[in-house]
């Protein structure tokens, strides 16, 4: 819940973060930078679980809540936290991929393991994006580490795609 020009003026330093949603964006934007110089090789539950304090850093945890994935349902029986954590970094470290899968469908395949696991109690969407931006960069497509991708899929989620909704002009 932040417009393109308050997200842009705490990107670039134009004004400082005064919300949790400022402040999101700011530390997004932090991580994203971090990640592509430094990423680590093999994904563990122990640094999705740092990319996720670090996100919610200077953050109520409890300003964000997750949400139930579209087309969804909570299952009766939740996977633990370390069982999420353990299917995120296994599809991450490619344990779950079929040779014959490109990078990019992994890596949408990623952000939907952690927004319908949800391992934490808010931000798993964003962890799923972050993430599916470094198996991108460790797998030849740095690009799209810059390349925002949230309202394509956002768009998708909703159901309300069309050429418009894609590129409007």
């Not at 122990?46 to 139930?68: P, Q, W, Y």
């Not at 799209?144 to 989620?157: A, D, E, G, R």
Request: proline share 7%.
């Amino acid at each position: 819940d932040i417009d393109y020009e308050t997200a842009r003026g705490v990107i670039v330093g134009e004004r400082a973060a005064t919300n949790p949603a400022q402040h999101l964006v700011q530390n997004t934007h932090a991580l994203l930078i971090k990640l592509k110089d430094d990423g680590p090789r093999e994904i563990t539950p122990d640094f999705v679980r740092r990319v996720h304090e670090l996100l919610l850093e200077n953050i109520d945890a409890s300003s964000f809540t997750t949400k139930i994935p579209w087309g969804a349902e909570w299952p009766e029986d939740p996977m633990t936290q370390d069982q999420a954590l353990s299917e995120i970094c296994a599809l991450a470290n490619d344990e779950l991929v079929d040779a014959a899968e490109h990078p990019i469908i992994t890596a949408q395949k990623l952000i939907c393991k952690c927004w319908k696991t949800a391992p934490f109690q808010s931000c798993n969407y964003t962890i799923g994006s972050l993430l599916s931006r470094l198996y991108l960069k460790q797998h030849g497509f740095p690009v799209f580490v810059y390349i925002p991708s949230s309202s394509l899929t956002l768009v998708w989620k909703s159901g309300t795609y069309t050429d418009e909704s894609i590129c409007p002009y």
